[in-house]
């Protein structure tokens, strides 16, 4: 069955960077378009980025373009997400989700991510 385990969250001060990763398998990875998304305290899920299965073309929400940078690698099964000039308002429980953007199937347990002082 499909698994995906999300990994790399933790507290981190505004300003500062992490990276996500998150281990894909029971599928054919390099088949499919992958998706980031995000839910925070208190609301409703939100895509954050896209990336197609050949990893050639990405697409992000405005609130994270030119911060987060979706990536892949379909030799180890592995979709990231490194996460640069991190701000409070990106705290939220990340996950992975099969699919692309509003077509996603599947998703992982998710990683939490804090941003404070």
Avoid: H
């Avoid at 960077?17 to 925070?40: E, H, I, K, N």
């Avoid at 690698?73 to 953007?101: F, H, Q, S, W």
């Amino acid at each position: 069955q499909v698994q995906l385990v999300e990994s790399g969250g933790g507290l981190v001060q505004p300003g500062g960077s992490l990276r996500l990763s998150c281990a894909a398998s029971g599928f054919t990875f390099s088949s499919f378009d992958m998706s980031w998304v995000r839910r925070a305290p208190g609301k409703g899920l939100e895509w954050v980025s896209d990336i197609n299965n050949g990893g050639g073309s990405t697409t992000y929400a405005d609130s994270v373009k030119g911060r987060f940078t979706i990536s892949r690698d379909n030799a180890k099964n592995t979709l990231y997400l490194r996460m640069n000039d991190l701000l409070p308002e990106d705290t939220a429980v990340y996950y992975c989700a099969k699919g692309p953007r509003d077509s996603y199937d599947d998703w992982g347990q998710g990683t939490q991510v804090t941003v404070s002082s």
